[in-house]
């Protein structure tokens, strides 16, 4: 969980920034170095994130946080929200003095597109790995259009089942 003047947002932490693509709103990419793991920040989850500098109270982010986004943050989903982010180890310790120096800076700074980038240094890195990384994307099927197709297939036999029904109910009584 963050706390601040204890631990901050990792400042060697791989990011990418991934632009709108139609109706998929922009997020960020976020890769622990010398490891597999990958998260996907939308750009509130991400603000939140840079946010966690070590010197800024929870208060403090959830006041900029509403007034940048003009949503509502209650302070318990805010420290929901830094327990998972502690529990993935995206958050490193707060050392020195020099730290308070460097943490006034705001949050998001300017991400060139499709680089990776360390956010503490500036320092651009190309891409490192030659192989995918896995993402998982959970997506359901509309099954509209079969049952149409389905619908307009057994169409034509509907007569023959209502000229059915009505011959046995002729033939009961």
Not at 8 to 19: G, M
Not at 95 to 118: G, V
Request: net charge neutral; hydrophobic share 35%.
């Amino acid at each position: 969980m963050y706390k601040p003047l204890e631990n901050r947002w990792r400042r060697d932490l791989e990011i990418k920034r991934i632009p709108q693509v139609g109706q998929k709103p922009e997020c960020y990419q976020v890769k622990i170095p010398n490891s597999e793991q990958i998260f996907e920040f939308g750009l509130e989850e991400y603000f939140l994130c840079q946010s966690m500098n070590g010197v800024a109270t929870p208060s403090v982010i959830i006041d900029k946080f509403i007034s940048r986004f003009n949503t509502l943050l209650a302070e318990e989903d805010f420290d929901q929200f830094s327990r998972q982010i502690a529990e993935c180890n995206l958050l490193e310790p707060f050392l020195s003095e020099s730290d308070i120096e460097n943490a006034t800076q705001e949050p998001l700074l300017e991400i060139k597109q499709n680089e990776y980038t360390r956010i503490s240094s500036g320092m651009n890195f190309s891409r490192k790995e030659k192989h995918k990384s896995q993402v998982y994307i959970w997506s359901a099927i509309n099954p509209d259009k079969k049952f149409v197709v389905l619908k307009n297939i057994f169409a034509p036999f509907s007569l023959l089942f209502q000229v059915s029904e009505l011959i046995r109910k002729v033939n009961i009584k």
